[in-house]
């Protein structure tokens, strides 16, 4: 398994403003990702953390919205850029070791936007 | 778009199982079958996952139909804790790199155990 640790894990901010998520790994990961989870909905993707190079964006997320950075095997970063009231969601890292190994989560960010 | 379909809400009795079931007719063959649950306000938790083979776990039991168009998730003995939104999802193996890995999530079913 693997523990993961999400910061902040809520946040109310001001619209306009932008918000850093953090995510913390245990041990060594090959992917990580990033989620987003709309009030009452699934799970979309946003894109893969790559480690020493650009993030993998999923249609309709962009970098300018959503950059993520990734220096190591266990850290990765998203950030929320400019934010409105409709990225109101739970952002939530998961990590996995191998494409057909099973992914772990983290236990999100609640952003509210005001 | 999630390649699986399952119903939106099913009911269990505690002490009961619990048949989950999913239709995934598109499946490739390099794709595995997992199973995830989602319990409110918490990130989702890893199940159990096949490829072809019926698969049991300390959690719950996967049986996988032969043609693989469809799967159940067993809990044997559900209890009130079990209550959550399952996710059956079809994912690429092999491979990894780029978004490969990656869990594409539909709506799930909401199970409800009562007492």
């Known amino acids: 398994s693997a523990v993961i640790s999400q910061k902040p894990s809520r946040d109310i901010c001001q619209r306009g403003t932008s918000l850093t998520i953090q995510c913390q790994v245990d041990?060594?990961?090959?992917?990580m990702f990033w989620y987003r989870q709309q009030p009452g909905q699934s799970l979309t993707l946003i894109a893969t953390?790559?480690?020493?190079?650009?993030?993998?964006?999923e249609s309709g997320f962009v970098i300018d919205k959503f950059p993520i950075s990734r220096p190591n095997l266990t850290f990765s970063t998203l950030t929320v850029s400019n934010m409105s009231p409709e990225d109101s969601s739970i952002y939530l890292c998961s990590v996995c070791r191998g494409a057909n190994t099973e992914a772990f989560f983290g236990q999100g960010t609640r952003l509210t936007v005001v | 778009d999630a390649k699986t379909t399952q119903p939106t809400s099913m009911d269990c009795a505690e002490g009961r199982a619990a048949n989950l079931p999913c239709n995934h007719s598109t499946i490739s063959g390099n794709e595995y079958v997992y199973w995830y649950r989602q319990i409110h306000s918490q990130g989702p938790q890893y199940i159990i996952h096949?490829?072809?083979n019926n698969e049991t776990n300390e959690m719950a039991s996967l049986i996988i139909t032969e043609d693989r168009k469809s799967s159940t998730l067993i809990l044997p003995h559900a209890t009130l804790r079990d209550t959550a939104v399952y996710y059956c999802?079809?994912?690429?193996?092999?491979?990894?790199?780029?978004?490969?890995?990656?869990?594409?999530f539909g709506k799930g079913t909401k199970l409800s155990v009562k007492p």
């Open positions: 953390a790559n480690q020493g190079s650009e993030a993998t964006y």
């Open positions: 999802i079809v994912r690429v193996g092999g491979a990894y790199g780029g978004s490969q890995g990656n869990l594409i």
């Open positions: 096949g490829l072809k």
């Open positions: 041990s060594q990961v090959t992917m």
